[in-house]
């Protein structure tokens, strides 16, 4: 069974700072997906990002960038330019990839982030 | 398209009394999934349907949950003899899968919250 570990329960940053946030996961699969997902306290989950392990190359979204380093099997965030917006929970979710189509999530802990002014 | 809908929004029942949460998935995509998020904890899958079939249930899924997706639309879960420990946020949520594509991740609703006293 895959599991995602979220070793920082709780992160701030200052408004217009970078900070990461920090996923591990623990699989055995070789063609997997991984998200990061954005839970505001309206609660409704948004996709942040995602990664296809196959591809080197770290996903990016305007001020959000992945670290992937699959042998060590870590996918952290990076936020560049903190806005107040981006006060919310983050969630980093694994999902094994199969010809079939999409699989389940499997969430961690989540990170609440909260930017200061 | 408004994307994906959940109904009711909030839920306060007796403990022993049956539950019916709806969700209204985005009208092209054929999977639709439901997730279980007890407070600070990621959400945990709870079982799936591809177009009318259920594909995968969680053995967090006991004899007293029941969902349906009747014609491949809408899906309702049922709780029944709800008990304290079901309280939780209910996220549905609902993807477009199959054909080899890619997969860009699912778009979630805004979850029912449902209080058993």
């Known amino acids: 069974a895959q599991t995602v570990t979220q070793s920082q329960p709780e992160m701030s940053v200052q408004e217009a700072e970078t900070v990461t946030l920090s996923c591990t996961y623990d699989t055995s699969e070789s063609n997997y997906y991984l998200f990061w997902y954005k839970q505001p306290p309206s609660r409704q989950m948004i996709l942040v990002i995602r990664q296809e392990a196959y591809k080197q190359q770290n996903a990016t979204e305007n001020r959000f960038s992945v670290n992937f380093q699959k042998a060590a099997k870590s996918f952290s965030l990076k936020i560049s330019d903190s806005q107040l917006g981006d006060t919310a929970m983050y969630f980093c979710a694994f999902m094994k990839h199969w010809k079939g189509g999409s699989e389940k999530l499997v969430f961690g802990k989540g990170t609440k982030l909260t930017v200061n002014p | 398209d408004t994307g994906v809908s959940q109904d009711p929004r909030h839920k306060i029942t007796k403990r022993g009394q049956n539950v019916t949460f709806r969700c209204d998935p985005i009208s092209e995509h054929n999977r639709l999934y439901w997730y279980r998020q007890t407070l600070g904890q990621g959400p945990e899958f709870l079982t799936y349907?591809?177009?009318?079939?259920?594909?995968?249930k969680s053995r967090l899924l006991s004899d007293r949950f029941s969902a349906e997706r009747p014609k491949g639309s809408f899906s309702t879960l049922e709780i029944q003899r709800t008990e304290q420990g079901d309280s939780a946020m209910y996220l549905c949520?609902?993807?477009?899968?199959?054909?080899?594509?890619?997969?860009?991740?699912?778009?979630f609703g805004s979850g029912t919250r449902l209080t058993v006293v």
């Open positions: 949520a609902s993807s477009l899968a199959g054909g080899g594509q890619p997969f860009y991740g699912y778009t």
């Open positions: 349907f591809q177009n009318e079939a259920q594909l995968e």
